[in-house]
């Protein structure tokens, strides 16, 4: 499995940018999505996820209301479209994928914001928002 992140760079704060990330090498469908982040001295932090169907999905507390995950099956991609963006919101942004092979009902809330439970990765793309 390969995962392709792209669309970060620079914004200003209160502007928008989408970020997207494909996903090769096996069926997207059985995949569950995540974008996680991290800035230079601090742990990564868990910011989106979304199962493997769609259906469901979750956000860190600092971004919900501001951001948006979804995925196209169909395209094999997911995306992250961030809008009000904040100065604080600057970092290298990974996408993470990780197999369900249960049911998604079997997957807690809390297992989507693990980054240990999320066996592949894909580069990082940096996001930087001016004030």
């Known amino acids: 499995v390969q995962l392709q992140a792209s669309g970060g760079g620079l914004m200003q704060a209160g502007g928008s940018m989408r970020l997207s990330c494909a996903l090769s090498?096996?069926?997207?469908?059985?995949?569950?999505m995540a974008w996680f982040r991290q800035t230079p001295g601090k742990e990564r932090e868990f910011v989106a996820a979304?199962?493997?169907?769609?259906?469901?999905?979750y956000y860190a507390d600092s971004v919900k209301g501001r951001f948006t995950i979804s995925r196209d099956n169909g395209k094999e991609t997911a995306d992250l479209q961030m809008n009000s963006l904040k100065p604080e919101d600057t970092a290298v942004y990974y996408c993470a994928a990780d197999q369900q092979r249960a049911p998604v009902s079997n997957y807690a809330d809390t297992y989507y914001r693990r980054g240990a439970n999320y066996d592949y990765w894909g580069r990082g793309t940096q996001v930087t928002v001016s004030s």
């Open positions: 090498g096996r069926p997207f469908n059985r995949y569950a």
């Open positions: 979304t199962d493997r169907t769609g259906r469901n999905t």
